[in-house]
């Protein structure tokens, strides 16, 4: 059982950044890959980005070059450093620990955190 606790919200202006903290429970953090996604109102949950726990890191296109994963293996911490922030990535922002290989997919995602709202104002 892992249970995750997002933090590191809030409101930005565009264009400012914010970094999101994931902390993890559990002694086998460092085996399992580890997930951002974000829901914004009306829309599904969708892949931000990924860090394997080899040290992979994957990437949404709308987030390249602009957002960050990395992972605190000896602080069972992964890490989402959001710069140029848009209007657009206003959402609520989930962690996720998983084992499956395809790491954009929810499916490959055991469990969850509760999410913290990012919100970008114009």
């Known amino acids: 059982q892992v249970q995750l606790v997002e933090s590191g919200g809030g409101l930005v202006q565009a264009g400012g950044s914010l970094r999101l903290s994931c902390a993890a429970s559990?002694?086998?953090?460092?085996?399992?890959?580890m997930g951002w996604f974000r829901q914004a109102p009306g829309k599904e949950r969708e892949f931000v980005a990924t860090i394997k726990s080899g040290g992979g890191t994957y990437y949404a296109d709308s987030v390249k070059g602009r957002f960050t994963v990395s992972r605190d293996n000896a602080k069972n911490t992964v890490f989402l450093q959001m710069n140029s922030l848009k209007p657009e990535d206003t959402a609520v922002y989930y962690c996720?620990?998983?084992?499956?290989?395809?790491?954009?997919?929810?499916?490959?995602?055991?469990?969850w955190g509760q999410g913290t709202q990012v919100t970008v104002s114009s």
């Open positions: 559990g002694r086998t953090f460092s085996t399992y890959n």
């Open positions: 996720a620990a998983g084992i499956r290989p395809i790491v954009t997919s929810r499916l490959s995602y055991n469990y």
